[in-house]
T-cell receptor, first 112, second 116 residues
């Protein structure tokens, strides 16, 4: 059974700092790994999707990497801003049953 | 497109009452998902449909939960009878080409359910 773990659970950083969020998963048989952002009281917004054959994806100040063999992914946020404050969730889509399993998220607070 | 639309946004009901949550997916999307989010269990997949057909309902917690998709533009999640432990945020999401792993899921704003 696929399990997705995110570390740390919460993170507080000063504005301008570069930061890394971590995600690990137990079953490497995946179609893709995604990073989502969730603002308080809102739905989820997809940030980056990495297919199983890819190693990384970039969008603006965000860069996500995938190491399928070790069951790990990182989300790198460059030059953090207060507007980046949100919960970031990692999700993997398994090849068995096509289910997407979500981690518990990392709650990020960027101080101005 | 307006995105995934869910109604109601908030629902407060008493234990034992029937609750119906509604979802309109993005036009043209052939996959629809129902998720439940709680502090204790995080985001859990309840059921998903492909072309209006339920594919996997193994996440539906009990027989009190049922979901239907009568057409490509509408789905319901029903809880009957509701219990306090059903209190959660229920999200609907839709996707195109989900099976290929190429496309993300687009989430609605959620329905916040409180069962007293």
């Amino acid at each position: 059974k696929q399990e997705v773990t995110q570390i740390p659970a919460a993170l507080s950083v000063p504005e301008g700092e570069n930061l890394v969020l971590n995600c690990s998963f137990t079953d490497s048989a995946i179609y893709n790994l995604q990073w989502f952002r969730q603002d308080p009281g809102k739905g989820l917004t997809s940030l980056l999707l990495i297919q199983s054959s890819q190693r990384e994806q970039t969008s603006g100040r965000l860069n996500a990497s995938l190491d399928k063999s070790s069951g790990r992914s990182t989300l790198y946020i460059a030059a953090s801003q207060p507007g980046d404050s949100a919960t970031y969730l990692c999700a993997v889509m398994g090849t068995g049953g096509f289910k997407t399993i979500f981690g518990a998220g990392t709650r990020l607070f960027v101080k101005a | 497109d307006a995105g995934v639309i869910q109604s109601p946004r908030h629902e407060v009901t008493e234990m034992g009452q029937e609750v119906t949550l509604r979802c309109k997916p993005i036009s043209g999307h052939d996959y629809l998902f129902w998720y439940r989010q709680t502090m204790m269990r995080g985001l859990e997949l309840l059921i998903y449909f492909n072309n209006n057909v339920p594919i996997d309902d193994s996440g539906m917690p009990e027989d009190r939960f049922s979901a239907k998709m009568p057409n490509a533009s509408f789905s319901t999640l029903k809880i009957q009878p509701s219990e306090p432990r059903d209190s959660a945020v229920y999200f609907c999401a839709s996707s195109l080409k989900y099976w290929a792993g190429l496309e993300t899921q687009y989430f609605g704003p959620g329905t916040r359910l409180l069962v007293l």
